[in-house]
């Protein structure tokens, strides 16, 4: 994901508003490993803003993510997660927490049964016990 000021910019040239709101959501989306829903979105921005809607959350997720700034991930959990990662990785979900980590694979694992299969995305999500969960 581009930078706040660089989002910004993005938003401008594509005619969207950029409201202080946004901007704010940007600035936590930035970097933000912890692939957060929408709800732990809001939160953490109503914490810094009072008074933003869950609307504008919602709004800027979805608009980020058809700019491909972002993916929207459900791994079954009840709600979507966002990643600002959209470099090519897998995710690892703790079954006790909740958790979700980025994997990265160095080699595409050997696999059958695509034969004349074309493929246009894939989405491996690994499932267990996260460390802190463990111990």
């Known amino acids: 994901m581009r930078s706040p000021a660089e989002l910004t910019q993005a938003f401008r040239q594509t005619g969207l508003k950029v409201t202080p709101q946004r901007q704010l959501l940007f600035r936590l989306l930035h970097g933000n490993t912890s692939h957060p829903s929408a709800d732990v979105l809001f939160a953490l921005a109503s914490e810094a803003m009072p008074g933003i809607s869950?609307?504008?959350?919602?709004?800027?997720?979805?608009?980020?993510?058809?700019?491909g700034e972002l993916q929207s991930i459900d791994f079954g959990t009840g709600s979507a997660r966002f990643d600002p990662n959209v470099t090519d990785?897998?995710?690892?979900?703790?079954?006790?927490?909740?958790?979700?980590?980025?994997?990265?694979?160095s080699r595409a694992p050997?696999?059958?049964?695509?034969?004349?299969?074309?493929?246009?995305?894939?989405?491996?999500?690994?499932?267990?016990?996260?460390?802190?969960?463990?111990?």
Not at 54 to 67: E, F, H, P, S
Not at 89 to 105: F, L, M
């Open 110 to 135: 050997k696999m059958s049964g695509l034969e004349g299969f074309d493929i246009h995305d894939a989405h491996i999500v690994y499932r267990g016990i996260c460390a802190d969960c463990a111990s």
């Open 54 to 67: 869950l609307r504008t959350v919602y709004q800027t997720l979805n608009d980020l993510a058809t700019m």
């Open 89 to 105: 990785h897998q995710h690892a979900v703790c079954n006790e927490c909740g958790a979700v980590h980025d994997v990265h694979v």
